[in-house]
C-alpha cells in the first residue's frame, strides 16, 4: 500500500514539473536555475565558513563521511548531474576528491567546492535554454536535461543540509537559511 502512494505521488510530482517546465519560457527557466545555483553558492559558502578548520575532518559517528568528504561528495555530484544536463566536459575527471587526502583541508575543501558550484553555473548560463527538454542517456537512465541539473541541485542541498548535524556537533550556529 505505502508503495502504490509512493508511486502516486511521485507520478503526480514529475507530471506537475513537466507541466510547469512546458508553461515556462526556456530562457526564463534558464534564469532561474542560474540564481538558484548561485544564491547555494553563496549558502555552501557559508557552510564552509562555520565549520572550523581543525574539525573537517571531524565524523559525528564512525564508519559515515566526515565533514570535508561530506562537502567533497557534494561537490563531486554537482559535478557529474550538471554536466550531464549542460552537456559540459566534466573537470577533475577519474579523480575521487572524497577520498584523496590532500583535499581534505579547509583550503581545498573550499577550493574543490566553489570550483563544483562554478562549472555548474558556467554550464548552464553556456547552454541552449531550448535544450533544456532533450533527453541525455547515463546509464539506465534517460532524463531530460532539466532533470540532470534539477537532480544535481537536489544532491548539493541534501548534503549541505546534512552538514548541518557535523557544524552543530562543534557547538557552531550552522547558517540561516536562504531561500531567495
Known amino acids: ?31 532561474q536555475l542560474i540564481k538558484d545555483w548561485e544564491r547555494a553558492k553563496i549558502y555552501t559558502a557559508e557552510y564552509l565558513a562555520a565549520m572550523p578548520a581543525d574539525k573537517y575532518t571531524a565524523k559525528p559517528v564512525e564508519g559515515i563521511r566526515s565533514f570535508a568528504e561530506q562537502m567533497l561528495h557534494l561537490a563531486q555530484g554537482s559535478i557529474g548531474l550538471s554536466a550531464n544536463g549542460t552537456g559540459k566536459a566534466r573537470i577533475f575527471p577519474g579523480y575521487n576528491m572524497e577520498k584523496s587526502a590532500t583535499a581534505q583541508t579547509k583550503d581545498s575543501v573550499s577550493y574543490y567546492v566553489n570550483a563544483s558550484y562554478d562549472f555548474a553555473i558556467d554550464g548552464i548560463k553556456a547552454m541552449d535554454a531550448n535544450k533544456l527538454g532533450e533527453l541525455v542517456k547515463r546509464g539506465n537512465l534517460n532524463e531530460s536535461r532539466l532533470s540532470w541539473i ?6 548539493q542541498s541534501h548534503h549541505r543540509g546534512q552538514c548541518t548535524i557535523y557544524i552543530r556537533l562543534q557547538g557552531v550556529t550552522p547558517p540561516n537559511e536562504r531561500l531567495f
Open 150 to 155: 534539477m537532480k544535481g541541485f537536489e544532491h
Open 1 to 31: 500500500m505505502k508503495k502504490c502512494i509512493m508511486i502516486s505521488f511521485l507520478l503526480t510530482l514529475f507530471c506537475t514539473t513537466v507541466s510547469i517546465a512546458q508553461t515556462v519560457a526556456p530562457d526564463s527557466l534558464k534564469a
